[in-house]
């Protein structure tokens, strides 16, 4: 298993974090939505800190154990105390006793056998009262849990409804010249002034449409030289829908034809330069 510095394995990226005090030790707890239900995490380093424990060693065990190896995720967190890289190996918090009852306690530190066993006999339950307390209030409001959950709901369908079609559309563009290219897309720009002009609520063309997907495509290539282990499409998808309230090229009206190629060229200009786009900062 690859160290934090070094892994390649997708990382999760939580909807809040919470730091625990179990005993003077700060545990943080990650929360990060799964596909039906919210999941716990714990990351192990600072853990094997608090211990004593050698990170590498417990990193190997782990990493042998035919049930926590398959259960172990890379989470970014950021309130663990470590410093660097955010980007630190986690288990759910219902397997946190699996890990700890692996450690030998006679075999750590005379003056911190006591901590281990302590660990061992208390931390998850003190974990899990620590997440349902603070779990409460949250509970008690589901109308605002309900209208952001809705919300992302939105955006999510938007986004794997403009992905479909930039793939489909991709995969037509790749057939084309990039001389022809440029000549169609000039020509369309033009027509499509005069329609917007003529018909202000018409929806842009298929060619139109064609036309944003591959200016979509050549920023997120540009962006992705810079963060190359970053989703940036889903970026741009998301600032499209917040921007424009589209959640498909074609859905696009002509009058916003010529804002969204802007839009688009202007952030694109931005991230040539060095800056970052409003889906970067």
């Known amino acids: 298993m690859d160290d934090e510095t070094s892994h390649k394995e997708p990382v999760l990226i939580p909807i809040e974090e919470r730091s625990v005090d179990f005993y003077g030790d700060e545990i943080t707890m990650a929360v990060v939505q799964l596909e039906q239900h919210a999941q716990l995490y714990v990351p192990l380093r600072p853990i094997c800190t608090y211990l004593g424990l050698s990170w590498s060693g417990q990193r190997e ?89 809705q919300q992302i709901r939105s955006m999510g369908l938007a986004i794997a409804q403009m992905a479909e079609q930039q793939m489909e559309m991709e995969q037509r563009l790749t057939t084309r010249l990039d001389r022809a290219a440029r000549v169609v897309g000039d020509l369309q720009r033009r027509l499509g002034a005069v329609e917007t002009k003529l018909h202000p609520q018409t929806l842009v063309t298929n060619e139109q449409a064609e036309e944003i997907s591959a200016a979509v495509k050549a920023l997120a290539e540009l962006i992705t030289t810079r963060e190359p282990r970053k989703n940036h499409y889903q970026g741009i998808f998301a600032e499209l829908y917040r921007r424009f309230g589209v959640s498909s090229y074609k859905n696009i009206r002509l009058s916003q034809y010529e804002q969204v190629l802007r839009f688009l060229e202007d952030w694109r200009t931005t991230v040539s330069e060095g800056g970052q786009g409003p889906a970067e900062r």
């Open 61 to 149: 065990r782990t990493a042998r154990d035919p049930v926590l190896s398959q259960e172990v995720r890379f989470v970014r967190v950021t309130r663990t105390n470590l410093g660097g890289n955010p980007e630190v190996l986690c288990l759910p918090l219902e397997y946190l006793n699996g890990w700890l009852f692996g450690v030998n306690a006679t075999r750590v530190k005379p003056e911190l056998r006591d901590k281990v066993i302590r660990y061992q006999r208390e931390c998850y339950r003190i974990l899990w009262q620590a997440f349902q307390q603070e779990a409460r209030p949250i509970v008690e409001t589901p109308s605002v849990a309900l209208a952001a959950l």
